[in-house]
T-cell receptor, first 120, second 110 residues
């Protein structure tokens, strides 16, 4: 079936401009996550949605970063007044919590291909 | 900070088993061990996870020690396409962020 998709796949912008990155999760997945990976760095959590609400925004690096999710599906990550240090691959993941017998709950995150953002 | 420790790099001959270790000595009783991998320029790919029993799927096997303080991911017959960074992550299964460490860069060589 269709996996997580992200658009655009690549984005080049000038310092100071705003950018919007889009994530389409797997159909039916209630949770959605944003991460970023800077060149040569590990993956860094940004924000987590359960439905349309964001119980964990602790990873957003500054107030220039915001995200929303509508209809429990598509999410948009917006970066205002981009800076060169915002250059990174922005990854989206989605998941569905399965409540199984014997406390064997499962919640596996499936990642999209990422958006490569370059701020000049 | 990540709650796991992995060797930074490993080599494996093509066709041989790749055994990737992970230490997670502070794991809590309700935390699972998850393994993901990231092939160059792609998003992370889920491999397997477990709580305390050994697990096997079509990609790999996961061996968790009885005290749950360490685990080993086994790729039974490594191929060149298994060259990637492998991440071991401990987390609760109730949702929430994944905390990635530096992972193990596995190089499968012909």
């Amino acid at each position: 079936g269709a996996g997580v998709s992200q658009s655009p796949s690549n984005k080049v912008t000038e310092k100071g401009k705003d950018v919007e990155l889009r994530c389409d999760p797997i159909s039916g997945h209630t949770a959605l996550y944003w991460y970023r990976q800077s060149l040569g760095q590990g993956l860094e959590f940004l924000i987590y949605f359960q439905g349309n609400s964001a119980p964990d925004k602790s990873g957003l690096p500054s107030d220039r970063f915001s995200a929303e999710r509508t209809g429990g599906s598509v999410s948009t990550l917006t970066i205002q007044r981009t800076q060169q240090e915002d250059s990174a691959v922005y990854l989206c993941a989605s998941s569905l919590l399965l409540r199984l017998a014997g406390l064997r709950n499962q919640e596996t995150q499936y990642f999209g291909p990422g958006t490569r953002l370059l701020v000049l | 900070d990540a709650k796991t420790t992995q060797p930074p790099s490993m080599d494996c001959a093509e066709g041989r088993a790749a055994n990737l270790p992970c230490n997670h000595s502070t794991i809590s009783g309700n935390e699972y061990v998850y393994w993901y991998r990231q092939i160059h320029s792609q998003g992370p790919q889920y491999i397997i996870h477990g709580l305390k029993n050994n697990e096997t799927n079509e990609m790999a096997s996961l061996i968790i020690t009885e005290d749950r303080k360490s685990s080993t991911l086994i790729l039974p017959h490594a191929t060149l396409r298994d060259t990637a960074v492998y991440y071991c992550i401990v987390r609760v299964a109730e949702g929430g962020k994944l905390i990635f460490g530096q992972g193990t860069e596995l190089s499968v060589k012909p």
